[in-house]
């Protein structure tokens, strides 16, 4: 049994004498605006780029809490951070790289202009 499509009404019948129509009406669902989503993915990357330098500028530190100045990390909570940290810059990076590659395909398989949109010089 598939499901009826979006948009059409759906009778259900209960045993012989009630029959329920439902009227969905066409579904809406929510869009982010281009500028939404800039301004996601430019906070996005530089919580990540903020995070790295924070993570990386105290690489080794103290992990004995005896210290006397006080300062020390926890050693588990240091080291999920600091390898959570190379993992998100490696995924940032793979998606980069996706990124460029999908806008160089997309130039290099462009088609050229037609012959009469072209000048002289065969220029645009």
Known sequence: ???PS???PVAITLGVAWT???DPGQPTHPRLTVAATIEL????????????VWIFSVYQP????TAADGLYCNKTLY???????????MKFAFLLAKFCQG???CVLLQEPPAA???????NV
């Open 62 to 65: 103290n992990y004995d809490p």
């Open 103 to 105: 806008l160089l395909c």
């Open 116 to 122: 009469a949109e072209r000048d002289f010089y065969r």
């Open 20 to 22: 329920i129509k439902l």
């Open 6 to 8: 979006t948009g059409h």
């Open 41 to 52: 993915a430019a906070l996005t990357l530089a919580r990540v780029i903020f995070g790295d």
């Open 1 to 3: 049994m598939t499901a």
């Open 79 to 89: 080291t999920f951070a600091f390898w959570n940290a190379i993992w998100e810059s």
